[in-house]
């Protein structure tokens, strides 16, 4: 496993943005699947409800619910053919990478948990790079040795 995303990569090949290109372009190019952990999982299924919930609110703000179901059965698809696998982690010692990542850098640096948490499950898996359009979520995993090609 050579590369392990967050919610932004996600997010940008389901949901059209300006690194939707960008994204789209590093899937198609892939080796094997992509490999992911629940978190991100529910973390990407949860991001889309949110933004179809929040245009109910506010229609300047996210996007239709045809809009996310359209993202979530693309996702689906490509789960369901094998371009994104997910995969069993050892929770106790993602937890334990995310406990240490956590008293490194939220002190000073402010992160997200699960932020820390997808850092610490690529460190966890062994990858060597990370996938993320964010740029804290970069500057952290640049911070833990992983490769950000964007």
């Keep these: 496993m050579t590369s392990y995303p967050d919610t932004s990569y996600l997010c940008a090949l389901y949901r059209f943005q300006e690194n939707s ?4 372009s590093h899937f198609a190019g892939m080796e094997g699947s992509l490999v992911i952990a629940s978190p991100l999982l529910f973390e990407f299924r949860q991001s889309i ?3 179809a919930w929040l245009h109910t609110k506010d229609k300047g703000k996210g996007y239709s619910k045809q809009t996310a179901q359209h993202a979530l059965a693309m996702f689906q698809n490509n789960i369901s053919t094998g371009a994104i696998r997910i995969i069993p982690v ?3 010692d993602v937890v334990g990478i995310a406990e240490a990542i956590s008293s490194e850098f939220t ?3 402010g992160c997200r948990g699960f932020d820390i ?3 610490a499950t690529a460190l ?3 990858s ?3 996938l993320t359009f964010d740029r804290n979520q970069k500057k952290l995993a640049q911070a833990k040795g992983l490769t950000v090609p964007f």
């Design 117 to 119: 948490l997808h850092v």
């Design 49 to 51: 409800r949110l933004q």
């Design 124 to 126: 966890h898996l062994g």
């Design 21 to 24: 290109e960008r994204a789209a």
């Design 107 to 109: 002190w000073t640096n």
């Design 90 to 92: 050892d929770w106790p």
């Design 128 to 130: 060597s790079g990370f």
